[in-house]
């Protein structure tokens, strides 16, 4: 990000303050953030558009404790050569149960988080990961004790 915080005013920045982590329950919630920030619905909603097409934000959503909706989730990590390391997260991040990929100075240097509905769901979305992208060396390691942390960034 810190490439793109020069593009940020006080605005954007009050924007993204609310939107992190109380975001709105409402059938117009840009709206409801406007009124609270003396903007117009459009001023929120332009100016959200804006920070996802510059790469500010990757992107609006819920998230959820994934045992209390009827899903798993589990921490991956693969050993993915550097020069497949572009296509394989292209591969990883098709699967809409992916939340997470990013890269690591470790020998297993891509990892990221899959919910899904069951074990045996994210096993076998595995196993196409491995079989299109030819990385075998993927582990999955699920939780054994859950702890939630809140990331709330002021800017």
Aim: hydrophobic share 40%.
């Amino acid at each position: 990000m810190s490439e793109n915080a020069e593009l940020l005013d006080e605005i954007d920045k009050a924007i993204l303050n609310r939107v992190q982590s109380d975001f709105p329950i409402d059938s117009r919630p840009f709206k409801v953030i406007a009124e609270e920030l003396g903007l117009e619905e459009n001023q929120v909603i332009e100016r959200l558009r804006r920070l996802r097409t510059t790469g500010i934000i990757r992107r609006i959503g819920g998230n959820f404790v994934p045992g209390k909706v009827g899903f798993v989730s589990t921490l991956c990590a693969a050993r993915v050569p550097a020069d497949k390391i572009e296509d394989f997260a292209g591969v990883v991040n098709r699967y809409t149960g992916v939340t997470h990929n990013y890269q690591r100075n470790n020998t297993f240097n891509v990892w990221f988080t899959f919910i899904a509905p069951s074990m045996e769901d994210i096993e076998r979305n595995l196993e196409q990961i491995s079989r299109e992208t030819g990385i075998d060396d993927i582990l999955n390691l699920p939780a054994t004790h859950v702890f939630k942390i809140k990331a709330q960034f002021e800017l």
